[in-house]
């Protein structure tokens, strides 16, 4: 057997679509999808990220406004600067780049983002929506697995899902996801005394823990659906996931690959979440 891929950007550019028709929509309403994207400081990697985030508002049609900040800034400063754009009626997400400098308390800085605009899904009130199942805004990159999921046509009900990784931003909300539709849901972490025997159990695994070849094939239970979210570098310096790619393709049903399968639809998701966000003035 080997894996059918599950293409993140071929679903990615649907799900873009699909986010521009109805941007169109809310723009024949008067109304303009909004995103304010803050990035403090020169992190290499955070630039690429808030590059690529306010190349897809443009897009799909949305107005994007980018906030550069040196890494000097005071935490007051910012704080003061995410208070503004959530009393600025022309945005209707905010997000702050993170990591954030050392001096700053990111999880301060988050909670003073309104969790009307918390289009990243990481406020407090964001987090506990989910937890109830109450509306709400859900993290992006779990989002997009849910997505990936979805548009194989599987049926969570009734499956045992494993996750790898305990996260705030992916572990934690990524099992409550898969456990609202009905899967039986294991998280494992770094205290897990026996991994492998917890994945050979799985029907679904997600691996985001963020490093190289914490699932191997000899892991994997032939079949099983498998979600890379790792983003790490091989020994030649090639973008690679937390997954045996070429060993683990071998065995499971679906896989999705690194780079071209989850990292697309994060980004994706962003935009459906600001969406929702000006939708919801009109709803």
């Known amino acids: 057997m080997t894996a059918q891929l599950i293409d993140g950007n071929a679903l990615s550019r649907q799900t873009r679509e699909q986010v521009s028709q109805r941007v169109a929509a809310l723009?024949?309403?008067?109304?303009?999808?909004?995103?304010?994207?803050?990035?403090?400081?020169?992190?290499?990697?955070?630039?690429?990220?808030?590059r690529n985030k306010v190349k897809a508002c443009e897009d799909t049609g949305m107005h994007s406004v980018l906030e550069k900040y040196d890494a000097t800034m005071t935490e007051a400063d910012l704080l003061a600067r995410v208070e503004a754009l959530n009393n600025d009626p022309t945005i209707h997400g905010i997000l702050v780049q993170l990591p954030l400098p050392t001096h700053m308390d990111a999880q301060k800085v988050i909670e003073t983002i309104s969790p009307a605009k918390d289009v990243d899904g990481f406020h407090v009130a964001s987090a506990g929506a989910l937890m109830?199942?109450?509306?709400?805004?859900?993290p992006?990159?779990?989002?997009?697995?849910?997505?990936?999921?979805?548009?194989?046509?599987?049926?969570?009900?009734?499956?045992?899902?494993?996750?790898?990784?305990?996260?705030?931003?992916?572990?934690k909300p990524m099992a409550l996801m898969l456990l609202q539709q009905n899967a039986t849901v294991?998280?494992?972490?770094?205290?897990?005394?026996?991994?492998k025997a917890m994945t050979l159990q799985a029907d679904v695994i997600v691996a985001a823990v963020g490093k190289r070849n914490v699932l191997t094939a000899d892991m994997v239970k032939p079949g099983a659906v498998v979600l890379d979210v790792g983003?790490?570098?091989?020994?030649?310096?090639k973008l690679c996931g937390d997954v045996d790619f070429a060993g683990v393709k071998e065995v499971a049903?679906?896989?999705?690959?690194?780079?071209?399968?989850?990292?697309?639809?994060?980004?994706?998701?962003?935009?459906?979440?600001?969406?929702?966000?000006a939708e919801r003035l009109v709803a």
């Open 132 to 138: 109830v199942g109450q509306p709400g805004f859900w």
């Open 186 to 195: 294991t998280i494992c972490h770094s205290a897990t005394p026996d991994l």
């Open 231 to 237: 983003m790490n570098r091989n020994d030649e310096g």
């Open 27 to 50: 723009k024949a309403k008067g109304i303009t999808p909004g995103l304010a994207v803050v990035l403090v400081g020169d992190n290499p990697a955070s630039q690429v990220y808030v």
């Open 253 to 277: 049903s679906y896989i999705t690959p690194v780079p071209g399968g989850v990292g697309p639809m994060t980004i994706t998701m962003l935009m459906v979440n600001t969406l929702e966000a």
């Open 140 to 171: 992006c990159t779990p989002y997009g697995c849910m997505k990936m999921l979805e548009s194989i046509g599987y049926n969570l009900r009734g499956k045992h899902a494993v996750v790898i990784g305990r996260s705030n931003i992916v572990g």
